[in-house]
């Protein structure tokens, strides 16, 4: 019987550990709303623009009017979003990132004469 008791008290301190280091692992991560709008030259929004994030495999495209949301999970602290299109110049803006935090980004792109 006393084993047994030492061995579920082995049992259970090794659970709560597990589950610590599982609590602590989603501090680390920030989820990130980011949104905007691409527009050309004059100003008028572009449709299906990239726009990626560089340390993470996460994305999404601008719809018809070129507004875009991506909400990622990223790592606090300075994060890239790359911007692309075919035809157009691609251009990079950094944020930093926070818990729960929102950044408006907005963007003008330009033709690649290439």
Known sequence: MRNYIFKKTGITK????FLFTQLFSFAIIAQVKISGKITDEKGIGIPGVSVTVRSANTGTSTGPDGIYQLIANLKPGKQTIIF???GLKSTEQTI?????????VNVQLFPDPM
């Open 14 to 17: 090794i659970l709560m550990l």
């Open 84 to 86: 692309s299109g075919i």
């Open 96 to 104: 930093t990132a926070a818990v729960n935090s929102e950044h408006e």
